[in-house]
């Protein structure tokens, strides 16, 4: 009987437990990572001397705590996350540079700064939201 009153009370809690898990659980890699951020997301990054920046759609592919992103017009972000802030490099159309950038702990936006070459001198903002 005590075995049995244990199993049960094992079981409720493992149930109970469940229960209060979010529907939709990013995978145990992305977890570890810090935030989930994959999807399809739409940015906007502040001009310099007529390059670069504007509004732009980019599609973000996530394993652990790499991230890839895939800009419509051919560019290419790649960055490491630490929880919820991301560092990263990037080359273009108008060039190649830098960036860092900060997501909302639901991984739903984020902002940030970026720049040209290598010297981490800030030629702008930058902010996106996930739409899908």
């Not at 990263?88 to 970026?114: C, L």
Request: glycine share 18%; with cysteine.
């Amino acid at each position: 009987m005590k075995n049995a009153l244990s199993a049960l009370a094992l079981g409720t809690a493992f149930v109970v437990g469940a229960a209060s898990q979010p529907a939709l659980v990013a995978p145990a890699s992305a977890q570890q990572a810090g935030v989930f951020v994959a999807g399809h997301w739409e940015s906007d990054a502040g001009n310099v001397n007529g390059r670069g920046g504007g509004h732009f759609a980019l599609d973000l592919s996530q394993n652990g705590s790499r991230i890839r992103w895939q800009a419509a017009n051919g560019g290419e972000y790649l960055c490491s996350l630490e929880g919820t802030h991301c560092t990263g490099t990037w080359h273009g159309t108008s060039g190649s540079g830098w960036f860092d950038v900060w997501f909302s702990p639901d991984g739903g936006t984020f902002n940030g700064t970026w720049g040209y070459g290598s010297d981490r001198s800030a030629s702008g903002g930058w902010s996106g939201r996930r739409t899908s």
